[in-house]
Nanobody, 125 residues
Framework: QAQLVESGGGSVQPGGSLRLSCAAS????????VGWFRQAPGKEREGVSSISIYDGSTYYADSVKGRFTISRDKANSTVYLQMNNLKAEDTAVYYCATTNTLGAPFSRAYHYDAWGQGTQVTVSS
């Protein structure tokens, strides 16, 4: 059974950086589109960034453009989310998810089949 594991979350001050990792067992991430989502208390889960299966096209929510970067490490079958210049409003639980649907990078949760348990990111002074 496929399992996704996120890591790299933590507490940082505004302006700081974190790099989240999404690793998988039971599947090879290279063959899946991968999305990063986040959910803050009392808010709906939102798509933050995603990368498509084959051509590596990427999507970023407007709120993170220019600050976050999604990338694949094929050698380690890991997908990263580099988060720079973090803001208090980035505080949330971050989840990675996979889809085997071909096409553009997807920002909506319903496109994704498997989900990790999440990692907490807290941005506070």
């Amino acid at each position: 059974q496929a399992q996704l594991v996120e890591s790299g979350g933590g507490s940082v001050q505004p302006g700081g950086s974190l790099r989240l990792s999404c690793a998988a067992s039971g599947l090879t991430l290279d063959y899946y589109g991968v999305g990063w989502f986040r959910q803050a208390p009392g808010k709906e889960r939102e798509g933050v960034s995603s990368i498509s299966i084959y051509d590596g096209s990427t999507y970023y929510a407007d709120s993170v453009k220019g600050r976050f970067t999604i990338s694949r490490d094929k050698a380690n079958s890991t997908v990263y989310l580099q988060m720079n210049n973090l803001k208090a409003e980035d505080t949330a639980v971050y989840y990675c998810a996979t889809t085997n649907t071909l096409g553009a990078p997807f920002s909506r949760a319903y496109h994704y089949d498997a989900w990790g348990q999440g990692t907490q990111v807290t941005v506070s002074s």
